[in-house]
């Protein structure tokens, strides 16, 4: 689904995870290189985004076991109108207002 899909994008939280992982330098440029080759566009943070993660903090939270990072990820994807896809289906599933699409990693 995700390759199929013309009009891709990453929340720049995504994008820190996916640094995070890198080993040296050159992974990270491997990353950069990779996407933007594939003209996966990086999404910043917004004062809305982080309104709604916070909501999103206090509603699933408790509940869901919904980490920060996540939270913000899925208000990225819900203030842009996108779809989250993911392998997470646990932390993500009770956020109703989410176009979400379950892939098996």
Do not use: W
């Amino acid at each position: 689904m995700i390759d199929q899909d013309s009009d891709r994008s990453l929340s720049v939280i995504s994008f820190m995870e996916l640094l995070q992982g890198a080993a040296d330098k050159r992974e990270t440029r491997l990353i950069r290189d990779f996407l933007k080759k594939s003209a996966i566009a990086v999404l910043p943070l917004t004062e809305n985004i982080g309104h709604r993660a916070s909501i999103y903090m206090e509603e699933f939270g408790l509940s869901s076991g919904l980490r920060v990072a996540d939270a913000l990820i899925a208000a990225t994807a819900a203030e842009n109108h996108l779809r989250l896809c993911t392998g997470d289906q646990h932390h993500f599933r009770p956020i109703r207002d989410l176009d979400l699409v379950i892939f098996k990693p």
